[in-house]
């Protein structure tokens, strides 16, 4: 497509998703629950043709090569439909946030002033290779009052066009506009840059997907864009832990499920722990399958730990590999997450309250955590109902994000003809 | 300065105000507090050598032949001084925002999770030139735990240079890390660019303003930008306002300031209001000095009225000018100020509840008010205490911010040895 005329259809797109947002400020939620209970059903109604179109990917992406894993992430299966349709019903359910009012004050002239919580607007969504992210995150932000215009993958193009198309059906059955929802015609890669210079129609970008696809998007976005850059979590056993909490908690950080931002990729033992203690640890680590890379007073403990570099405290394995570090006591263990962490998920075990307080004040992570799994840093856990994903950005949203964090405020202030003097 | 010597430098303030950031995280309040005093005794014991760096800056200008006001913003004044010590010793008054806990809940499994309120980490303030902001930012970001990183224009570097040593003094002597202000010591505009990429150690960029700054800002950046852009705020005056509030509230809000983004900057009429009423308006803010730029229909009322062009609906004047349109009720006035406002502060002037609600709804700015001057819209004004700006802005705060809005927050999990199943 020559640029100038996609940069009309992405002008189009962005202008229309601008004045659509204008209308769904005034769409009652009834309205917004019918539409996502109808794309629900629609799921159903219409699961041949989207099949069909998700055939079509899946067979373009065996003829290009493209890895296994990936064609598995785009492949629909009868449980992505349950899981799209669970997930609807569930957002259905969820009370809205828009509408709330928050920090009233009244002034000494009389004026009464609030915060109102308000939809953001537009809210762009760039993905990679899962299809289901169209639903799922569409569901969110208009549940939250925004419109959404989606850019998924290239190698799930026809899918996400069927169900972004179903989904606008949704919207227009239930009185919303038919805007609300949006995708990019599109696999050009130039779609995308013309998208992040929509400044004025666009309120906010968030690029779900690894690390390449968000600092592409950083780079280039003249939107603010909230980042989900990866978790380099930590676990620092101290020399006041319960050794009980500290295996059963280093375990299950690392192995309940190890591919995920959340798991540990760091363990860090306090120099004073006793060698016994330290050596129960990694051992029961070892001996549910984890590959551990340690520096030298950790290889002294056991045998056969590999020797971990530089780029070991970096890492994220995602899988079972973990780092271990002896370090000298909380101050050392601290020092060692704000410099290697990602400011993800970090977690101390100790008796200590002291420790303890000093540890959660100092780590600069969005989440940290007490006697805790890291596992534990997630929007259903928090009790948040519903995620858009997991910010490692301090601006406007930290951590598990939640449907409030799709919503922001205007300053309401009402007089009886004030004037400033 | 060859790039590479810049980069190191710049490298190496983004690493110290890092570093700086940590270190302020653990220092009491107390000692932020004295800082702050110490500073406003210093801006008195240090005066003359302060003067004698701004009469350089001066000098400068006035041999480039800079334009008179700008000159005149350049220059310190003994009101300027007493500006900054009242500022000083007003912020270190405010209670300090970090440590709040928020949003507490218990979770089933017995965790307990907050949100506790915590600095942002390192802002960097681009600013023009008022060498005031020096301190008047500086004071804010440290007195909200902030590590702060000052780059002032090119005209007023060495009053800059100045000032930011004698709060660095401050810093030192009550205790807090020297890192903590930093100036960038060089006017080049390469080390702009290369703050701008410093994402790893600076998390917030405030430029304070002109469009032509801002702009630029957010073309570069890689780190968040919080935006004050212009202010082109509107009054509706409805077929059902009190028309005495209505005279009032559309002279203080045009003639009060009018160079401030607060300001008026179109009037918007009811066409069903009576010729009368409009009239009434109209002559009161010509006799007020005010220019009047209309579309045809408020050109038929008062004569001597300019021609309004399309970009006058846009315009920010800034001055006695102003655009008055007269438009088909509440629904047109709230489509207008959508299509040509700037999203700062607008207000309605009616008696009809049903009519303000809908307005306040579905007009999208930061500050949207009832029957009061748009010149309310300010941190002051709004009982916050102290103001580093107004966003226009929709994520992380909007409207006027205050010092909470330099902060952020981290999540708290306490648990007793709890992990994922």
Redesign the interface.
């Known amino acids: 497509m020559p640029v100038s005329v996609l940069q009309k259809k992405i002008d189009a797109i962005a202008r229309n998703a601008r004045t659509a947002s204008?209308l769904l400020?005034?769409v009652p939620q009834a309205k917004v629950n019918a539409c996502l209970l109808a794309m629900a059903s629609l799921l159903d109604e219409q699961k041949t043709g989207i099949l069909r179109a998700n055939r079509k990917d899946v067979a373009l992406a065996v003829k290009k090569n493209l890895p296994g894993p990936m064609i598995e992430r785009l492949t629909l299966s009868d449980k992505t439909f349950e899981s799209m349709k669970r997930g609807l019903v569930e957002v259905a359910a969820l009370s809205a946030p828009a509408g709330e009012r928050f920090d009233e004050?009244t002034?000494p002239n009389g004026?009464k002033?609030f915060k109102?919580r308000v939809p953001?607007?537009v809210i762009a969504i760039i993905y990679e290779s899962r299809p289901n992210v169209t639903v799922d995150a569409a569901s969110l932000c208009l549940k939250s009052g925004n419109g959404v215009i989606l850019r998924g993958g290239s190698e799930a193009f026809f899918t996400n066009k069927a169900l972004a198309a179903q989904f606008s059906v949704a919207c227009e059955n239930s009185g919303l506009p038919r805007a609300a929802i949006q995708l990019v015609p599109t696999t050009e890669r130039k779609a995308i840059d013309l998208l992040l210079h929509k400044?004025e129609d666009i309120?906010?970008v968030i690029p779900r997907g690894g690390e390449g696809l968000i600092r592409a998007v950083?780079?280039k976005s003249?939107i603010?864009?909230?980042k989900h850059y990866k978790g380099v979590c930590h676990v620092f056993v101290s020399r006041n832990a319960?050794m009980?909490?500290a295996v059963?908690?280093a375990?299950?950080?690392k192995v309940?499920r190890p591919s995920v931002c959340n798991a540990m990729e760091t363990l860090l033992l306090d120099a004073a722990l006793p060698d016994d203690s330290k050596k129960r640890i990694i051992e029961a680590l070892i001996l549910d399958g984890v590959r551990i890379f340690g520096d030298p007073a950790a290889r002294k403990l056991v045998k056969g730990i590999e020797r971990a570099s530089e780029a070991d405290w970096f890492a994220e394995y995602l899988d079972l590999r973990l780092a271990v570090r002896v370090v000298d006591g909380v101050n050392a263990a601290i020092a060692h997450i704000?410099t290697y962490g990602s400011r993800h998920t970090d977690?101390i075990v100790t008796e200590s309250k002291d420790e303890a307080d000093m540890f959660?004040?100092?780590v600069?992570?969005?989440?940290?955590?007490?006697?805790?799994?890291t596992?534990?840093?997630d929007g259903g856990?928090?009790?948040m109902g519903a995620e858009i994903g997991i910010s490692t950005?301090?601006?406007?949203a930290?951590?598990?994000m939640g449907l409030a964090d799709l919503t922001?405020?205007?300053?309401?202030?009402?007089?009886?003809?004030?004037?400033?003097q």
Chains 1, 2 share one sequence.
Not at 364 to 373: F, G, I, T, W, Y
Not at 393 to 396: F, I, P, R, S
């Open positions: 204008r400020a005034d004050r002034r004026l002033i109102m953001i607007g400044d309120d906010l950083v780079e003249r603010p864009v909230i319960d009980a909490k059963a908690i375990v299950n950080a309940q704000n977690a959660l004040r100092l600069d992570s969005s989440s940290v955590m007490h006697n805790a799994s596992r534990f840093s856990e928090y009790g950005d301090k601006l406007h930290r951590g598990p922001t405020y205007k300053w309401i202030v009402e007089g009886n003809g004030q004037i400033r």
